[in-house]
């Protein structure tokens, strides 16, 4: 399978930023055939996300591998014709604007049917059309907040939380949009009838939340009381994010401050992580560490005399074992035992670290201005599959012209597309 799964299928992009470009990758990555849409002045994170020359960033190059683009100002009624031949192309349009510019533009899913029937139609709307902010333009650090992932991941400064980075929600969504669109694609070959998908950032954090985001008649209508009284209390003291995090925590997640099993620990010279989510898998790491945990005593009750005192010397003496000795001896002695555990790796590290690079999770590509980069690998192996380094992501204006030939625009036409500005990049300084 040297094309990859998705050989012959037709993608049209017409995304910025993050989360629908990624969805155009992993796409790319098994094999489809993307088309970029960008306009005059390049996708917006060209200029932004650590540039490294004019036009060309880190953020850029990272989500839009193996895939062709052409600079069209979609806003141009001019461009009508250009649109409604790359629809045509298309097996499906993926969609990440505004939703009041798809009907001014003529890109609802009921615009696209009228130029292919057929089309798979993704809409990518950041906090969903419905709601008080139902439509509003929304990025990951805002979604964080409004799920309450923020409360649960983010890092406080100042007295107010950080959100968490990378953009944890674009890329999710990314995923979820590419499974969609495998989806309808499967759906379409065995019905004939072409899907509406949509995707939004906020349903991805409700996703990824899980456990922590949800709520049970059965425990939680008791404890949201008195969480929402003590809050309310703390924020009319004036209390930071971290105070009322507590409150959240010593409501709802009693047993985390007492948590050996599942973190990572500080090492003599590192730090070591440790993944334990099983009654057995906590017993191989008392047996490593040789930690007694009195929760495991019959008849353990978080609420007895000393229960919390006794807790709070479990973890501290946990911590003093593993700061004793070095971050190899530690993992040499818990893969022995059956713990799941690895060593914490700053990103320049990671880069090179053999298990990334031995497996392809970090692969090393070559961009045509500047040179060798190391990214993620493909997120999904396909057995007898190409690598996805055939293609570069492609340079501003790169396949404009070719793309309009396949189309079936002559030069001529080209010219005149470019001469008006519909077609091609903007002027330097424009």
Not at 135 to 145: E, L, N, R, S
Not at 296 to 321: I, K, Q, S, Y
Request: with cysteine; glycine share 10%; proline share 8%.
């Amino acid at each position: 399978m040297p094309g990859g799964p998705l050989a012959g299928y037709r993608i049209l992009e017409i995304a910025q930023a993050l989360a629908v470009p990624f969805a155009g990758l992993l796409l790319a990555d098994l094999g489809a055939d993307v088309i970029k849409v960008e306009p005059p002045e390049g996708d917006g994170i060209r200029h932004t996300m650590e540039p490294i020359l004019p036009g060309e960033s880190k953020g850029y190059t990272l989500v839009n591998r193996g895939k062709r683009a052409v600079c069209l100002d979609i806003t141009r009624e001019d461009a009508r014709p250009v649109l409604q031949r790359l629809v045509a192309w298309a097996d499906a349009v993926l969609v990440s604007l505004k939703p009041a510019d798809l009907p001014r533009y003529s890109l609802t899913c009921d615009d696209l049917r009228t130029w292919n029937p057929r089309i798979v139609f993704l809409e990518h709307v950041p906090l969903g059309h419905a709601g008080p902010f139902g439509g509003d333009p929304g990025y990951d650090v805002v979604v964080q907040a409004i799920s309450g992932l923020s409360v649960t991941t983010a890092r406080e400064r100042g007295g107010v939380p950080m959100n968490i980075r990378p953009a944890f929600n674009d890329m999710a969504t990314g995923a979820f949009s590419a499974l969609g669109v495998v989806a309808a694609l499967l759906h379409r070959e065995r019905t004939g009838e072409p899907l509406r998908l949509e995707t939004s950032l906020l349903g991805t954090a409700m996703a990824l939340g899980n456990q922590l985001l949800s709520w049970f008649a059965a425990t939680d209508p008791p404890r949201d009381e008195a969480f929402r009284a003590a809050l309310a209390a703390a924020r009319a003291a004036g209390a930071d994010f971290e105070a009322q995090r507590r409150i959240y925590e010593q409501t709802y997640l009693r047993g985390s401050a007492a948590n050996i099993y599942f973190r990572v620990y500080r090492t003599s010279d590192g730090f070591v992580a440790v993944g334990c989510l099983s009654p057995a898998l906590n017993a191989r790491f008392r047996a490593v560490t040789g930690l007694h945990d009195p929760r495991t005593e019959p008849g353990w009750d978080f609420d007895a005399p000393g229960a919390a005192d006794r807790l709070a010397a479990l973890v501290a003496d946990a911590e003093a074992r593993f700061a004793a000795d070095t971050t190899a001896s530690w993992l040499e002695r818990l893969r022995a035992g059956g713990v799941p555990c690895g060593p914490l790796n700053f990103p320049p590290e990671a880069m090179f670290h053999p298990q990334l690079v031995d497996n392809g999770f970090v692969v090393e590509l070559e961009h045509p201005l500047f040179g060798a980069y190391r990214t993620f690998g493909p997120a999904v192996r396909v057995e007898g599959s190409a690598a996805p380094a055939g293609r570069h992501p492609p340079l501003l204006d790169e396949h404009t012209d070719e793309v309009l030939a396949e189309l079936g625009f002559d030069g001529a036409e080209v010219a005149r597309l470019r001469a008006a500005g519909v077609a091609g990049a903007a002027p330097p300084g424009a």
